[in-house]
């Protein structure tokens, strides 16, 4: 079974930056993508960012783009959000995912979530 800790949420003020992080750990799998979804209030969750795991492809939600990296240390099994010029509208709880085969089997594992705030 794959487990996942994240990590590095709070409250900034707009135009501060913030970096999230999600380790995942187990035994016997291997990551086939890595992404981040947030939830806000009210709000349908949606993508933030996706990275596949070998070939570090990514893709990001448009409102996003060019504020946000998404990255991903493969030796540690570990995502990173590099979130830059927030805006009010960027507060929502951040949720990492992880798409993992273990046994030949294709599965998906949520993180717990973490709150940003992003104050105007």
């Known amino acids: 079974q794959v487990q996942l800790v994240e990590s590095g949420g709070g409250l900034v003020q707009a135009g501060g930056s913030l970096r999230l992080s999600c380790a995942a750990s187990?035994?016997?799998?291997?990551?086939?993508?890595m992404g981040w979804y947030r939830q806000a209030p009210g709000k349908e969750r949606e993508l933030v960012a996706r990275i596949g795991s070998f070939s570090g492809s990514t893709e990001y939600t448009d409102s996003v783009k060019g504020r946000f990296t998404i990255s991903r240390d493969m030796a540690e099994n570990t995502m990173y959000l590099q979130m830059s010029s927030l805006k009010p509208e960027d507060t929502a709880v951040y949720y990492c995912n992880v798409d993992y085969t273990r046994f030949w089997r294709r599965s998906e594992v949520w993180g717990q979530g973490t709150l940003v705030t992003v104050s105007s």
């Open positions: 187990g035994s016997a799998f291997s990551i086939n993508t």
